[in-house]
T-cell receptor, first 116, second 110 residues
Framework: AQKVTQAQTEISVVEKEDVTLDCVYETRDTTYYLFWYKQPPSGELVFLIRRNSFDEQNEISGRYSWNFQKSTSSFNFTITASQVVDSAVYFCALSGGETSGSRLTFGEGTQLTVNP | KAGVTQTPRYLIKTRGQQVTLSCSPISGHRSVSWYQQTPGQGLQFLFEYFSETQRNKGNFPGRFSGRQFSNSRSEMNVSTLELGDSALYLC?????????FGPGTRLTVL
């Protein structure tokens, strides 16, 4: 079975600070996808980023960056120079592979609060 | 492109009733998945439909069912509602490996 763990339940930062959200996953599949979604108070899950298991290149997209390390089964997400609008619940998710197909397995979520 | 739409956005029902939720995917997307979100259990996969066929199913009782139409629109039905069915029900559509979510239907069972 697949499992995603987000150990940080809540994080509170002051605007312009950098913040890293941790994600650790478990899977027996050799091919899989990892995602980060954002859920603002309105409730809709907003897709942020996706990585596949055979591409460990880390990238930066605007204020977002991610660190995928297969050796430690981690997929951490960093927001640089945080803004109040970044306040939301962030979910790490896992899908793909022989055992679960396209269903998403989500972590528990991390509530990020950015204070002015 | 318009995003995933879900109707209704809010719903209040009483125990024992049944409910039908609707989801219209992004144009061109043939796969639709449903998830339940509760404070206690988090986000859990219900089922996935592709080309009118259920392709994947989560661990939910038979009271939860769904279907997909030829235009890829999907409905899910919950019969004999229980208090524990109160949740945010999210629909997602995909054309590849990324799922895009709708705003959800918040169901309250009294």
């Amino acid at each position: 079975a697949q499992k995603v763990t987000q150990a940080q339940t809540e994080i509170s930062v002051v605007e312009k600070e950098d913040v890293t959200l941790d994600c650790v996953y478990e899977t027996r599949d050799t091919t899989y996808y990892l995602f980060w979604y954002k859920q603002p108070p309105s409730g809709e899950l907003v897709f942020l980023i996706r990585r596949n298991s055979f591409d460990e290149q880390n990238e930066i997209s605007g204020r977002y960056s991610w660190n995928f390390q297969k050796s430690t089964s981690s997929f951490n997400f960093t927001i640089t120079a945080s803004q109040v609008v970044d306040s939301a619940v962030y979910f790490c998710a896992l899908s793909g592979g022989e055992t679960s197909g396209s269903r998403l397995t989500f972590g528990e979520g991390t509530q990020l609060t950015v204070n002015p | 492109k318009a995003g995933v739409t879900q109707t209704p956005r809010y719903l209040i029902k009483t125990r024992g009733q049944q409910v039908t939720l609707s989801c219209s995917p992004i144009s061109g997307h043939r796969s639709v998945s449903w998830y339940q979100q509760t404070p206690g259990q988090g986000l859990q996969f219900l089922f996935e439909y592709f080309s009118e066929t259920q392709r994947n199913k989560g661990n939910f009782p038979g009271r939860f069912s769904g279907r997909q139409f030829s235009n890829s629109r999907s409905e899910m039905n919950v019969s004999t509602l229980e208090l524990g069915d109160s949740a945010l029900y999210l629909c997602a559509s995909s054309s590849g490996d990324t799922q895009y979510f709708g705003p959800g239907t918040r169901l309250t069972v009294l």
